[in-house]
């Protein structure tokens, strides 16, 4: 069973993503990278990552792409996507690909060389999270928040007309 | 955790090469960001997998703050993008032609 479901989201994520970076039209590719999400974030419950696949879906799904739709609907529909063989010299995509295809030879080589242990399992819940979250990593917690106050204070720096 | 780990290591993997194949081919800014989400999601598998592997929380906590970086870094690439179609009425990367080092 956990295989299967496994294999379903990771294959509708994957799927999914190609569809992002597929897409011609702007406002598809932004539905697709939900369903993305959607998917990773059951993944994330599979590894018993409880309160992450919550936040992922609240924080990406919720808060992130909504910002992104309405920037999209407002502006971003309109920049043309070429297709790949029309950009590029086909001599050029041919030495992309084996460039490509050593490299991937090697992380195959490292991925199949690659013994890990069997899975522990971690206790993802809230509680579990929030402790660690207050105790050990107080300081980068704290730090997180001066972050998006300053993310805040640079997105209405730059946003304000020089006129008003 | 009947499934190895190198199972999520290869998901990630493939995820973290399509968000960096539309980084590189994409010309709409606003879709070149949704390619750098994808990435940082990828790399939050990742994470997430080592914690569960290890058995320590702190692979979870580590996604948490990339969750939220993304959160601000989005903030800032929306506000440069909606500054750039309010210069020049497009957000398509070649017509950025201002730029001067």
Redo the contacts between chains.
């Keep these: 069973m956990e295989n299967l479901l496994f294999y379903f989201f990771s294959f509708l994520a994957i799927g999914s993503s190609l569809g992002v970076i597929l897409n011609p039209r702007p406002t598809r590719a932004l539905l697709l990278l939900v369903v993305t999400m959607v998917a990773l974030s059951a993944l994330y419950l599979l590894l018993g990552a409880f309160f992450l696949s919550i936040a992922q879906i609240i924080v990406y799904a919720g808060a992130v792409l909504v910002l992104f739709l309405f920037v999209i609907m407002l502006q971003g529909i309109e920049a043309e996507e070429l297709p790949l063989l029309t950009r590029f010299h086909p001599v050029i995509l041919v030495l992309m690909l084996l460039c490509s295809a050593v490299l991937g030879f090697f992380l195959l080589r490292v991925f199949t060389g690659f013994t890990a242990g069997a899975m522990k399992g971690v206790d993802g819940s809230l509680q579990a999270v929030g402790r660690s979250l207050f105790t050990d990593f107080l300081l980068p917690f704290e730090l997180t928040a001066i972050l998006l106050l300053l993310g805040v204070f640079a997105a209405i720096a730059l946003a304000k007309k020089e006129d008003a | 955790?009947?499934?190895?780990?190198?199972?999520?290591?290869?998901?990630s993997?493939?995820?973290f090469v399509?968000?960096l194949?539309?980084l590189l081919?994409?010309?709409?800014?606003?879709?070149i960001?949704?390619?750098i989400?994808?990435m940082l999601?990828a790399a939050?598998?990742n994470f997430?997998?080592g914690?569960?592997?290890?058995?320590?929380?702190?692979?979870?906590?580590t996604?948490?703050?990339v969750?939220?970086?993304?959160?601000?870094e989005?903030?800032?690439g929306?506000?440069?993008?909606?500054?750039l179609?309010r210069k020049q009425d497009?957000?398509?990367?070649r017509e950025i032609t201002f730029l001067k080092g």
């Design positions: 955790m009947s499934l190895p780990v190198t199972h999520y290591l290869v998901v993997a493939i995820l399509i968000g194949i539309g081919t994409r010309r709409n800014l606003l879709l960001l949704l390619s989400e994808i999601n939050n598998l997430i997998a914690s569960a592997l290890h058995g320590h929380v702190e692979g979870q906590v996604a948490f703050f969750m939220v970086l993304a959160a601000a989005v903030t800032i929306l506000t440069i993008a909606v500054l179609f497009s957000v398509d990367t």
